[in-house]
């Protein structure tokens, strides 16, 4: 049973720390939510319509077109007038790491601070009641009974984290 909490705990905290530094490296994100690596946009493009239009033709079979009935010369001008063309894709959406953040729904924030009240660090609890995991300036932390996960983060993520931080308790510090 443990190993099966060990490896829960390690999926979520990998997931957390995916999710946060592909906020900050600019990775994509379809309509779905799902990550997109794109070199080429006209060809991702594509591609989703390809998928669209392949879905469209499961649906409703070439064969079985009948022009008086949709009103259409012929069954791609039909389609066309359904699903659009490829210029009608969404591109995809870039995630910011506020985004991100406010997207995980935070419990807690907590501040390291100097006497001046200068900062030093922090960390947000974003998981609780099951596992805890709490992201901290370097690294995203789980807990879960007597298992932990402890996972770097790299070094534009934690200066951009940093910088979220600091903003927060800016807003705090007034």
Same mark, same amino acid.
């Given at each position: 049973?443990? &190993?099966?909490? @060990?490896?829960? /705990? ?30 080429? /946009? ?12 392949? %879905? ?7 064969? &079985?077109? @009948?022009? %008086?009935?949709?009103?259409? $010369?012929?069954? +791609? ?15 995809? @959406? ?9 997207? %995980? ?12 009240? @200068? ?5 947000? /609890? ?11 300036? $370097? ?13 770097? /983060?790299?070094? +534009?993520?934690? &200066? +951009? ?5 600091? %903003?927060?308790? $800016?807003?705090?510090?007034?």
């Amino acid at each position: 049973m443990a &190993s099966n909490i @060990d490896e829960d /705990l390690h999926r979520m905290v990998k997931g957390i720390v995916d999710n946060l530094e592909a906020a900050v490296s600019g990775t994509l994100y379809d309509i779905n939510g799902n990550h997109v690596v794109i070199d080429d /946009l006209d060809g991702w493009k594509a591609e989703q319509y390809k998928k669209k239009s392949d %879905e469209f033709g499961k649906e409703h079979p070439k064969e &079985s077109y @009948d022009p %008086e009935m949709y009103g259409f $010369d012929t069954y +791609e001008e039909w389609m066309e007038g359904e699903i659009g063309t490829v210029d009608d894709i969404d591109d995809p @959406d870039e995630v910011s790491l506020s985004e991100c953040i406010d997207k %995980e729904g935070l419990g807690d924030i907590r501040f390291e601070v100097d006497v001046s009240k @200068d900062l030093y660090g922090g960390k947000v /609890l974003f998981c609780y009641g099951g596992p805890n995991i709490w992201v901290a300036d $370097d690294e995203v932390r789980g807990y879960w009974g007597s298992s932990t996960v402890e996972m770097p /983060l790299n070094s +534009e993520t934690r &200066s +951009e984290l940093f910088n979220w931080f600091e %903003e927060q308790w $800016d807003d705090i510090k007034g």
